[in-house]
């Protein structure tokens, strides 16, 4: 059973930063594979980061890349999307996602959202001009 929880996001103006946690409750956190996307409305969902078990290898969207960043803290069971210089566009549902293997396969990084199974409920984010 794994389940993941978000929290950080809020209402803030542009050019203002944000970091958003998620908290993993799996008994092998560290055979996860995690990643974040976003939905705004209206738009299909949007890959947004990913990061390897060791945390050693981070994968970002080409719509955030240079302003967010993804990390992780094995001994929390956390992962984590640091995003600085928001920009209206950035406004949506970010939410979570994990799956058990790695982050690379056959066909490059999973950026997809049928390559993971698991799903946090997402948390807001509200950029204003």
């Known amino acids: 059973q794994v389940q993941l929880v978000e929290s950080g996001g809020g209402l803030v103006q542009a050019g203002a930063s944000l970091r958003l946690s998620c908290v993993v409750s799996?008994?092998?956190?560290?055979?996860?594979?995690m990643a974040w996307f976003r939905q705004a409305p209206e738009k299909e969902r949007e890959f947004v980061a990913a990061v390897s078990w060791s945390g050693h290898s981070t994968y970002t969207g080409d719509s955030v890349k240079g302003r967010f960043t993804i990390s992780r803290d094995n001994a929390k069971n956390t992962v984590f999307l640091q995003m600085n210089n928001l920009k209206p566009e950035d406004t949506a549902v970010y939410s979570c996602?994990?799956?058990?293997?790695?982050?690379?396969?056959?066909?490059?990084?999973?950026?997809?959202?049928?390559?993971?199974?698991?799903w946090g409920q997402g948390t807001q984010v509200t950029v204003s001009s």
């Open positions: 799996a008994r092998a956190f560290t055979t996860l594979a």
């Open positions: 996602a994990a799956v058990s293997g790695p982050v690379i396969i056959n066909s490059g990084v999973r950026a997809r959202a049928d390559q993971y199974d698991y």
